[in-house]
């Protein structure tokens, strides 16, 4: 409790910080309450695909009826928006919980077992790292076909190296320690020793770093969206939606802005939950890094 | 320090091979006959699929296709890229530049404004100045490159006639292919001016102020942390505490002791950065529609043209390693604390 009450004290001394957890926590809500705010109509199979309402290829500014406009063959915007919020916290919570039990596992092997093993296991990580940008997502993607699956497995495929560098000189330092020799001395096996004594020991710093990397890798998942490699469209995601946008950014002849919502709605929408997590992440590192303290 | 060089360059065809071979690996997930269809350009060919993949050895082991293709590179044909349309070697030489010039264009106003804006944060840490700063820099690191990209194409471009996106004019493109144009040092804004082109200079600059732009923005955050933590950790340094007792000008205190050690840091970071932009920046390249390396490799990962693939990752992986051995000996030289290769 006492945990808590001291975070809870840190982040009141950080006014960024409470804006980062009012971003996410707003988005939270609108996720849990999607069905209600943003009602599926009936007799629709999936409540992750938008509705369409004619198939104009012409978007259509917010009206009334559809508050956020329509995009090109008028899927409804703000049902997308609402949806694509449950979207957003499964593709960044998922890539990054897998990329950190990958970097977990490569990381904690590497450095605990060291020798060959760690000799492969990061000169793996080093190829991997030397990739130019997201260029190997996209061929994996390209390779497995566009999907919002493959979109996540082809970041995690791709993000797990920093942590298993970082995970490596952690458990390089925390396996010379006592209690290790202790629980080696008392007959724990290898695993017993990495699982309970080791990785507990060194997941503070990991969990710092995929706090700060939760915003980034829904920037990567959802640039390859906008390049046309992730969920089909109609599907509620807001990098799928924003790649809707692309021929409509230079608006109708003499009217450049006549379809901004296509743009700046789903645009505004990535980058304050981009924000926000980078907020919290900033407040995460504050906090549980002690050379920062004043 | 020239054996912990060459030792590290001995790393660089470990990294090639490495990052070719799990390309390859990557592409084993299609069926002989659909890598055979990316080799055709007739659908009349489609019915001697067979015949290609004969051909290419598209059926051979893993191993066996890999080896034919290293055989290849080693005779110095990198193929031909389908999305470049013409060979892999020359498709390099003319997106390279284009991709050189936007880095060169970039990197200086990411360095100014990074460790400026860095260092007057930690001066005035936790005042209004240091929080209006960072909340600037985290918006940029927070905004998707294409959002940006694309809202400031609406605007600029949409709006206001100004800053198109792609390379240069149509008029530009044909004085720079006529046989009169001399191309001195590649970077094609210089090379228009030393050609006393003024308006075909103009033009290729204004192609690159808004790639530049966004650039700018959304990686001047880093820098800038790293600039601001770094001179934080040095004010609290005991030889800070000494100046200020001897009564040193703050300023002075500033500029010539604390940043002096405060850059050490921002100087190995500004070596990758540096790489970072001149290994491609995939998507702003491709929003701005800029002929550089990033798009050109996209194009080609997007399309599964394979020898574009391979040559735009090996150019990429080659300056990552080279990135990484100049930060570290920058390391060394800028911190004599620290040797390196012990």
Known sequence: ?294 | MLKFILKRLALLPLVLFGVTALLFSCLQFLSPEMRAALYVKDPRQLSQLDAVIEKYGLRKPLPVQYGIWLKQVAHGDLGYSETAKMPVADAIRSFFPATFELTVVTFLPIMVVGVFFGVLSAVYRDKLLDHITRFVAITGYSLPSFVLGLGLLMVFYGRLHLFPPGRYTLDTDMLVHADSFRHWTGLLTLDCLLNGQWHAAADVAEHMVLPAATLLYISVALLLRITRSSMLEELTKDYVRTARAKGLPERAIIRKHALANALIPVVTLSSLLFIGLLGGVVITETVFDFPGIGRWGVQAAQQLDIPGVLGSTMLAAFLFVIANLVSDVLYAVVDPRIRVGD
Request: charged share 15%; hydrophobic share 50%.
């Open chain 1, 1 to 294: 409790m006492s945990v808590l009450k001291n975070i809870w004290k840190q982040l009141k001394r950080r006014p960024m910080s409470l804006l980062g957890f009012g971003i996410i926590g707003s988005f939270l809500l609108v996720a849990v309450l999607a069905p209600v705010i943003a009602p599926t109509p009936a007799g629709a199979r999936d409540a992750y695909i938008i509705p369409q309402f004619g198939y104009s290829p012409d978007p259509v500014l917010p009206s009334r009826e559809h508050i956020f406009g329509t995009t090109e063959q008028q899927y409804d915007l703000f049902y997308g928006m609402v949806w694509g919020t449950r979207t957003a916290f499964r593709v960044a919570l998922q890539v990054v919980g897998m990329a950190m039990i990958i970097g977990l596992l490569i990381g904690g092997a590497a450095g605990f077992y060291g020798g060959w093993i760690d000799e492969i296991l990061m000169r793996l990580t080093d190829i991997v790292l030397a990739f130019p940008d997201i260029l190997l997502a996209v061929v994996i993607v390209a390779v497995t076909g566009p999907s919002l699956n493959h979109v996540m497995y082809s970041v995690m495929a791709v993000s797990w190296p920093s942590y298993a560098r970082l995970v490596r000189g952690d458990v390089l330092s925390v396996k010379e320690r006592d209690f290790v020799t202790a629980a080696r001395a008392l007959g724990a096996s290898d695993a017993r020793i990495l699982f309970r004594h080791i990785l507990p020991n060194s997941i503070y710093p990991v969990l710092v770093v995929a706090s700060l990397s939760m915003g980034s890798i829904v920037i990567t998942a959802a640039a390859l969206s906008f390049l046309g490699l992730g969920a089909p469209p109609g599907y509620a995601d807001w990098g799928q939606l924003i790649s809707l946008s692309q021929n409509w950014i230079m608006g109708a002849s003499g009217d450049p802005f006549a379809y901004w919502h296509t743009v700046v709605i789903p645009g505004l929408a990535i980058f304050l939950f981009v924000l926000g997590w980078n907020l919290l992440g900033d407040a995460a590192r504050d906090i549980l890094d002690p050379r920062q303290k004043a």
